[in-house]
């Protein structure tokens, strides 16, 4: 197929086939539906069957590296009795009744780690409704009891005589059966595909050799190409705006304002870039332009006044002088990019009633319907072809849709075809970053030195307020901003969590783990020093004070004893510890650091368990550790955005360095087996990484580390 | 008109020969398998191989390039090329994937120097090929599971 003009694997046909239903999930009508594609078996939203016995799984949610279009149609094919590697993948169009996230209510999308969770049931369902309807189908062709029947590799079996029916044969009759309503669902103990190792990534080959599509790589006839000049400073706005240069560079066909920005449009990416460059612009600049420095000083007044009150235990920060021994610590972490490795992109294509997009989308619904609004058109004349995305960490996930609403205001403008691309330095300035947070402690131990109060205050920007999901604010405590923190699942009797959510014209919002990329952090290594200032390992005292979470003690007893946990290290390594839970898993992470002669950080190896509930391909969680270890010591070691006078300081790479090769550590994976339903995976690796190494450098050097980006030397 | 050797075929290109490379073969080439990360040369989206040697197409101008052997990621067909392949395939390596054809493109020129990579020639040949999703450990893998197909194996020729 020639990919230039229609993206190969997603047929809008089958879009249109999938979505013709008007019920949700197994209800559809499937004999009604089946009648647009001749001959083939559409049991269900999820699952379609050709003649051929070539089994087509809609996917959700968003590949965007995390391995949904590997995990999810082996649910499918546990139930359906297929070969996951034969199964064809296709992303579902946009559509809140019959793709929603079963998490989130009536919207579509992936974040938050949900993808595995909340489809547990679903697509297993969608799977063994298809298996029984051609059972049934089977069982009238073959006249025989349904329950002489079985479904084995793509075919039905009769068990006395030994005749076989492949799927494909039965596909015509059982698209006339009616699907049932609550097919039965395999045991745990039955899985044969559901936990097993050596399932490979459906997306690798295409993935490795350039073929897999990105929004970037749409090509439509007539398409013309856009980047956007935005303000320099946040909420800056157009004062002037002088086009005649920039409409001189050959290629550049025009330059529209837009409501982010100024749109400059060429025939390919290098005339719109050299066309914003020779823009002149004149912005408005607004009286409030924060530094980082100035911000940190703000929030660290903040620290010495009584915040809303997250959790209160016992007596709470009252309880301080009821100790023996008084701790005190500030712990800090700057702005984050997200900073995929695919910069944002999007093609648009736009007629009079009828709106087409192309990107890698992380909330369908909610791109869908802002992408209407910015149209003037209705929802439901948008269309929405989700591709691959290279990488997100929550970047695409945003509630302004910014650079889909982009697209559609340019292609509005000028009447043809848009790609739409945000370059790096775009990406890098552009905001919507991991708020800057800083946490206050106080903490007491008793005559044993066992902690028996902890305070602990958290300052920082709410990701959540004045946005579509204010209303998960509860009590005015913004839970991203305390989850990790407000649910510390030590046994600490006197117990007390404050937030202050200072606002700030710095756009911001959920990074891969969210609240917990900063609260593990700082609560880690807080508990370490108590552990130290009570005479303890950390080790015995994290045991001491989780006696009530089970799953908590399952990763840390697996992580410790595959680390070797105590066994003598060669002088200048140490070890460092640290457990977290978040998106419902539990993660345990043992680094070993070793610290040279000029204080040179090499993180050598990093041991870590993991608790998701039942594994549903192992290899995918193992590779999600693998990335989130990754990513969190990036952060850890080397993130930072730094603000002057309400613009970032960094730019590109260069500037807002990210881990390479050869900092990357031996990382082992080690999970907990379980028979609860999935959990995240996602994110819950990324949490532990920065606590774990920074105890070890403790462990070796007798310093604490209290403000990340560590660097690539320990701090002097 | 530029004249452009690209995996193998000859092809004339209008373009400004201070345009980099990658845009020219995204944009009026259609070869979307090399990709757009920096554009500053630090993250090795974009890496290609010219005459065989690894480098960064987004600083290239295309105007320097008439007459040289360039290979993107569609064209990769040596042997070492196809050993690479399958053993990212067979380990796994990808997970957004963005980077990966930089990743291979940048192997397949270690490999044709250093046929048998030590980690600090992995560290050193591939520091600048950024993976955001972390798939590192998994190229380390990768390159070494090629370079020992490629040395016992019937590609290599064998020893
Ligand atoms: S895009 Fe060329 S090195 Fe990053
Ligand atoms: S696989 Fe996503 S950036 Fe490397």
């Known amino acids: 197929m020639n990919k230039h003009f229609a993206p190969s694997g997603l047929s809008r046909r089958s879009f249109l086939v999938l979505s013709a239903g008007t019920g949700i999930g197994l209800t559809l009508a499937a004999g009604d539906i089946s009648a647009a594609e001749p001959g083939s078996f559409t049991a269900n939203a999820f699952v379609a069957i050709g003649t051929d016995g070539k089994v087509t799984v ?99 079996v009769h068990g006395p005589s030994g005749r076989r029916l492949s799927y494909g044969a039965l596909v015509a009759d059982a698209a006339k059966l009616a699907p049932p309503a609550d097919p039965p669902l395999k045991a745990v103990a039955d899985f044969r595909l559901i936990g097993t190792s050596g399932i490979r990534r459906g997306d690798s080959k295409t993935k490795n050799d350039g073929t897999a599509l990105y929004g970037g790589d749409i090509r439509l006839p007539g398409m013309v190409t856009a980047v956007v000049a935005r303000p320099p400073v946040f909420g800056a706005t157009l004062k002037t705006l002088d086009r005649t240069a920039a409409l001189r560079v050959a290629g550049v066909v025009a330059v529209v304002p837009i409501s982010s920005g100024v749109a400059v449009v060429g025939d390919d990416f290098w005339a719109a870039q050299q066309g914003r460059a020779a823009l002149k612009l004149d912005w408005t600049l607004p009286a409030e332009r924060p530094s980082s420095e100035t911000i940190r000083a703000d929030f660290a007044h903040l620290l010495d006044q009584p915040g809303m009150i997250a959790r209160h235990d016992g007596d709470g920060a009252a309880a301080l002088s009821q100790g023996v021994k008084r701790l005190s610590a500030v712990y800090e972490v700057p702005y984050l990019a997200h900073a995929p490795m695919e910069p944002l992109s999007c093609v648009v294509r736009l007629s009079k009633a009828r709106c087409e997009i192309w990107a890698g989308s992380q909330l369908q619904t909610l791109d869908q319907a802002l992408a209407a609004k910015a149209a003037g058109l209705k929802p439901e004349q948008v269309e929405i072809n989700t591709l691959y995305a290279g990488g997100s960490f929550g970047r695409r996930a945003n509630p302004t849709s910014d650079y889909i609403v982009e697209g559609v205001e340019v292609a509005k403008a000028v009447g043809a075809p848009v790609r739409l691309i945000w370059t790096r330095e775009d990406d890098i300035a552009g905001g919507y970053y991991r708020p800057l947070f800083v946490h206050g402690f ?90 130290q200032a009570g005479g303890k390992d950390p080790l015995e005292l994290r045991r001491a004070l989780l006696a009530g979470h089970p799953r908590h003690l399952g990763v840390l007893e697996l992580a410790v004893a595959k680390a070797g946990w105590g066994n003598p290290l060669p002088a200048g390594t140490g070890r460092g510890l640290a457990v977290h839970e978040c998106f419902n898993s539990v993660v345990a992470q043992v680094a070993e650091v070793t610290i040279g002669p000029k204080g040179e950080i090499k993180v050598d190896r990093v041991v870590c368990a993991v608790d998701c ?104 | 008109m530029i004249s452009l050797i690209v995996n193998g075929e000859r092809h004339k290109v209008d373009a400004d020969p201070d345009m980099p490379l990658l845009w020219v073969l995204r944009d009026h080439l259609g070869l979307d398998g090399t990709k757009y990360g920096c554009g500053e040369g630090v993250c090795g989206a974009c890496t290609i191989l010219v005459d065989g040697e690894a480098m960064r197409s987004c600083t290239l101008p295309v105007g320097e390039l008439a007459g040289r052997a360039i290979t993107t990621i569609q064209g990769l067909d040596s042997a070492i090329g196809k050993a690479l392949f399958a053993a990212w395939a067979e380990v796994d390596v990808p997970q957004c994937g963005y980077c990966q054809p930089g990743q291979i493109l940048s192997a397949a020129a270690l490999l044709r120097h250093t046929p048998k990579p030590s980690d600090t020639d992995i560290d050193t040949a591939m520091d600048g090929n950024l993976c955001r999703c972390g798939t590192y450990a998994r190229i380390r893998a990768a390159i070494h599971l090629a370079a020992g197909r490629l040395a016992t194996g019937p590609l290599g020729g064998g020893k």
Not at chain 1, 93 to 121: C, H, I, R, V
Not at chain 1, 466 to 475: E, L, N, S
Not at chain 1, 694 to 710: D, E, Q, S, Y
Request: proline share 7%; glycine share 10%; with cysteine.
């Open chain 1, 58 to 156: 809609t996917v959700k949610h968003l590949e965007m590296g995390q391995g949904v279009a590997t995990g999810l149609p082996v649910l499918v094919a546990e139930e359906l009795e297929v070969d996951p590697a034969a199964i064809r993948v296709k992303f579902a169009p946009a559509d809140a009744k019959l793709y929603n996230n079963l998490f989130w209510g009536p919207s579509q999308g992936t974040g938050g780690s949900t993808a595995t969770a909340n489809s547990w049931e679903q697509l297993r369902k969608a799977g063994a409704a298809a298996r029984e309807m051609l059972i049934e189908a089977a069982a009238r062709r073959l006249k025989v009891d349904r329950a002489t029947l079985t479904a084995r590799n793509g075919e039905i």
């Open chain 1, 442 to 531: 106080d903490a007491a131990l008793d005559a044993a030195g066992a902690p028996l109060a902890w305070h602990h205050r958290i300052v920082g920007q709410s990701i959540l307020a004045g946005g579509p999901f204010a209303a998960m604010i509860k009590d005015g405590i913004d839970v991203t901003s305390v989850e990790g923190a407000a649910n510390l699942p030590y046994a600490i009797h006197h117990l007390q969590v404050e937030l202050h959510s200072p606002k700030l014209p710095v756009p911001v919002l959920w990074w891969r783990s969210v609240g917990s990329s900063h609260t593990a952090f700082a609560t880690e290594c807080f508990l370490d020093e108590l552990a």
């Open chain 1, 613 to 716: 509930g039942v594994a549903v391909t192992p290899d995918v969680i193992r590779a999600q550790m693998e990335g989130g270890i990754a990513f969190g010591l990036s952060a850890a070691l080397l993130g930072e955005i730094t603000l002057k006078d309400g613009a970032a300081v960094q730019s590109n790479f260069h500037d807002y360095r990210c881990l390479r090769m050869s900092e990357m550590p031996r990382v082992e994976v080690h999970i907990v087996p379980s028979t609860a339903a999935p959990t995240g995976v996602g994110e819950p690796g990324v949490p532990p990484i920065a606590p774990a190494v920074c105890n070890a450098i403790f462990a070796v050097t007798g310093k604490r580390i209290r403000r990340l980006p560590i660097g690539n030397t320990v701090p002097s």
